[in-house]
T-cell receptor, first 114, second 112 residues
Framework: DVKVTQSSRYLVKRTGEKVFLECVQD?????MFWYRQDPGLGLRLIYF???????EKGDIPEGYSVSREKKERFSLILESASTNQTSMYLC?????????????FGNGTRLTVT | GNSVTQMEGPVTLSEEAFLTINCTYT??????LFWYVQYPGEGLQLLLK?????DKGSNKGFEATYRKETTSFHLEKGSVQVSDSAVYFC???????????FGTGTSLTVIP
């Protein structure tokens, strides 16, 4: 089974802090994604990556950046955390988007910014 | 453009009742369609998928048929259990695109 591991289940950070959310997948997947999930808004794509050192903006990239130095690891960075970034963050990976491969999700990181 | 619309919840059913959660889509090209399930406090898990018209995806008693003529992918289960209580998401990826598109989710509660 594919395993997508997010480093923290719960995080509490202060406004203005730099926050790192880490995600690792163990199936040599090409594609990795970061979503945030908010009540009533569903899942919204923040950033995604199709290869090492490659990144593309999703629907809501403002206030975030990402890093993919190794194929298995995809990090989401909040440069200066704000209260409106309090949310559930979900990392996902997939093998081959061209063939409709499904996304495999981690268990999520619930971030609270105070 | 691409989008997914699914029925709003919450849905509350008694154990052993029949479940239908409606999902319709718009897409460019020929999308692959998915249902995901999210249990409390967890990430999303793939429940079933279908990659072409008339395909039926099935898993754990759940089924959904890819209907191109009605652009639908409704989720059904003949007899729900308390353990099926979760949030269900319909999703698609177009074969011409590079993103997944999710519905807003439907919360299901099954009562004994």
């Amino acid at each position: 089974d594919v395993k997508v591991t997010q480093s923290s289940r719960y995080l509490v950070k202060r406004t203005g802090e730099k926050v790192f959310l880490e995600c690792v997948q163990d199936m040599d997947h090409e594609n990795m994604f970061w979503y945030r999930q908010d009540p009533g808004l569903g899942l919204r794509l923040i950033y995604f990556s199709y290869d090492v050192k490659m990144k593309e903006k999703g629907d809501i990239p403002e206030g975030y950046s990402v890093s993919r130095e190794k194929k298995e690891r995809f990090s989401l960075i909040l440069e200066s955390a704000s209260t409106n970034q309090t949310s559930m963050y979900l990392c996902a990976s997939s093998f081959d988007r061209a063939r409709g491969s499904p996304l495999h999700f981690g268990n999520g990181t619930r971030l609270t910014v105070t | 453009g691409n989008s997914v619309t699914q029925m709003e919840g919450p849905v509350t059913l008694s154990e052993e009742a029949f479940l239908t959660i409606n999902c319709t889509y718009t897409a460019t090209g020929y999308p692959s369609l998915f249902w995901y399930v999210q249990y409390p406090g967890e990430g999303l898990q793939l429940l079933l998928k279908a990659t072409k018209a008339d395909d039926k995806g099935s898993n754990k008693g759940f089924e959904a048929t890819y209907r191109k003529e009605t652009t639908s992918f409704h989720l059904e289960k003949g007899s729900v259990q308390v353990s099926d209580s979760a949030v269900y998401f319909c999703a698609l990826i177009s074969n011409t695109g590079n993103q997944f598109y999710f519905g807003t989710g439907t919360s299901l509660t099954v009562i004994p």
